[in-house]
């Protein structure tokens, strides 16, 4: 089973850029399909996209055209480009992964402990 650690958070301005990253421990990392997830105060965890084990990626509305999800199996690493941040991309932000290669399919089992995003005006 893979541990998960979020990096990259900060305080950012609306219209900036942010890059996450998600480092994985364990040998099989390029086999899990890894999501980002996050949670705002007082509101329900989102997705907000993910990428397979075969590089197949999804992204919540909210968030697509704005935020690329990339991984680099070398490096056990997940990363969130994220550019135009508005206001209410503050949140949390949760990397987690499972083993099954779609990124439709919702049942991640792995969780990072998150990485508070916060965007000013």
């Known amino acids: 089973q893979l541990q998960l650690v979020e990096s990259g958070g900060g305080l950012v301005q609306a219209g900036g850029s942010l890059r996450l990253s998600c480092l994985a421990s364990?040998?099989?990392?390029?086999?899990?399909?890894m999501g980002w997830f996050r949670q705002a105060p007082g509101k329900e965890r989102e997705f907000v996209g993910a990428?397979?084990?075969?590089?197949?990626?999804r992204y919540a509305d909210s968030v697509a055209g704005r935020f690329t999800i990339s991984r680099d199996n070398a490096k056990n690493t997940v990363s969130l480009q994220m550019n135009s941040l508005k206001l209410e991309d503050t949140a949390v932000y949760f990397c987690?992964?499972?083993?099954?290669?779609?990124?439709?399919?919702?049942?991640?089992?792995?969780w990072g402990q998150g990485t508070q995003v916060t965007v000013s005006s």
């Open positions: 364990g040998r099989t990392f390029d086999s899990y399909t």
């Open positions: 987690a992964a499972h083993l099954v290669n779609n990124v439709y399919y919702v049942l991640y089992n792995t």
């Open positions: 990428i397979s084990r075969s590089l197949s990626t």
